[in-house]
Structure formats: structure tokens, C-alpha cells
């Protein structure tokens, strides 16, 4: 079943109207209907006075909530990575569409940009926190910036697809287009309902990793990362439901112990099939029921991580490809 969402403080809207005494009986010409719009992200009071015009993405994950929206033309730069396989043909050409600053990463998959870049395309809103451009850094030049709630420091406590349908009601304040977001929440609400009848995982268990191509960590998702409600919705029990963390390394003692039926195993970017042997070759590995019956899954990272609607496109490749 999928857990109801708990932990609304990470992004809780909060929505005013300017209507000081200044105002004259015939407006202010310049003010929108429902601005200002304040919204607690990351903790923190982001105040919008109209709809933004000029947004610049640093990262992939408010793309699905963008094109249901029907505002990508208002995203002037967009920096990262955006494989081609997250998106159908029309949001793709949507993003073929918007300039790509950059797309270098360091060696932990970290976007590198330098604030002047970024400052130099005259946002008026962010989307997505680097480590060298912050929250702070934006401010001090009056730009806005909005993080995913799963990619804040404190997490979502107990996350779930009602995070999904959150974000895009959000967004819908954020850009003006609550009447899209309402259409847009039902949508993905049928979709998830319908794949979660099929309960194709019943009876078996199932694992979320991230491991390190070419040797070194591997990391396990826990209930704090959507992997936890997605491997639910798919009728998988996870082998790590008793670990209240969003990601954490895991040894191959513990993986084994553990011997879940399934692995699904998350990556950015990379041949699929090498992200598999980093797990189908580490030693002891053979021992494993997922490895040995074949049932290993390498998928994109945004289709479990964080909550989009590419989580419910992850949910139904699970589903796909581990249907009875």
C-alpha cells in the first residue's frame, strides 16, 4: 500500500495576497491573482511575487512536473544531466529546445558550475541547489531558489507517492497553473492505483542499491527514500523496511544475509549491463537468489529518486519487468 504522507513540513504552501493599505480601488496593474506565494522549502520561507519568467535548471528532476504544467518555455538555461530515456518525444524536444550551460560532473556525479554563469542568465527563479551555488549566494542577488523536498538536508521523513501529487500542486501555485496540477494529480492518481492492483512482487523480496561502477561502495535505499513506497506499490517487501535512513553503504555480508529476490540497482549514467556486474561480481555475489535467478534490474536513478512523476514511469518498469 502506499504510505500516506506524513512529512509535509519539508514543503507546505502558503499562499497571501497583497492588499495593503496602499491599494486603490483599481489594483496594482502589475500584481497577479493569488501573489504573493510563500512556500517553506528546505526549511526555508521562499516568497514569489508573480509567476516566474525566467527559470534556470541545475537539475533534471522538476522536468516532469514542468511539461505537465506546460511551462518548460519558461526555462531560459537548463545545466546537469537529462538522459533521453526519462522523457517522451514531446518533452524531449521541449529540452532540445532550452540552452545547456553545462553538463560536468565531478567524480561523485556533483554538477560543476561556476555562480556567474548562472547569475549571468538574470533568473528569476532556480530549480535544484548545487554545492558551490547556494541558497544564500542566490539571495544576495534577489534570485529564488526552490529544491526538491527529497534532496533538502532533512529529507522527507516518510516518503510516498502523495509527495509526488504535493510537489506538482506546488508547482501549479508557483507557476500559476493550479487548474493543470488538479488535472495532472489525477492522472498520475489512476496510474498509480492501476499498476499497484497488479502486485506483481507478492511473495518475494526486493532490494534497492547503488553501487560503484568499477569497484568500491555500494549503498542501500531505506524508508526514507522513495525506493521504499515504490518497491511497496509494485507488492515487493523490502529487505531494508527496518533501516530509517534514506541511503546508507551496506556491505556484501549484509546484502547476503538479507538475500532479497529482486535488486533493483539506481545509476546516472553508464551502460546498464556494467551496472549490474558491479554487483553480479562481487564476491559471494553467486550466493545471492536475485543473482542467481536473474532477476536484477539496473534503471535510471530519477525513476525512484527523488518523488517525480518519473517515479510512477520507475514504478511501471518495475512492474514490467518483473510481472509474473
Known sequence: MIRPMIATAALVLATTTACGAGADAAGDEAAVDGFPVTIDNCGVEVSLDAPPERVVMLKSAAVPYLHALGVMD????????????????????????????????????????????????????????????????????????????????????????????????????????EDEATKAVADLRERVTDLEAKKVGEGRTAAVLYPTVGGGVTYAYGTRSMAHPQLEAAGFEDVFADVDERVFEVSTEDLLERDPDVIILLHNTGDPKEVEESVTQLAGAEDLTAVRNGDVMAQLFNFTEPPSALSVDGLERIIDRFGK
Open 74 to 177: 519558461r526555462v531560459v538555461a537548463r545545466a546537469g544531466d537529462y538522459p533521453d530515456d526519462y522523457y517522451d518525444a514531446e518533452t524531449q524536444a521541449e529540452l532540445d529546445d532550452i540552452p545547456l550551460l553545462t553538463d560536468e560532473m565531478d567524480t561523485s556525479g556533483h554538477l560543476q558550475i561556476s555562480k556567474e554563469i548562472v547569475i549571468g542568465e538574470e533568473p528569476d527563479l532556480v530549480l535544484g541547489e548545487v554545492e558551490n551555488l547556494s541558497r544564500d549566494t542566490l539571495d544576495a542577488v534577489d534570485i529564488k531558489l526552490l529544491e526538491e523536498p527529497a534532496m533538502c538536508a532533512e529529507g522527507v521523513a516518510d516518503p510516498g507517492f502523495d509527495d509526488v501529487y504535493s510537489q506538482l500542486e506546488t508547482y501549479g501555485k508557483v507557476f500559476d497553473r
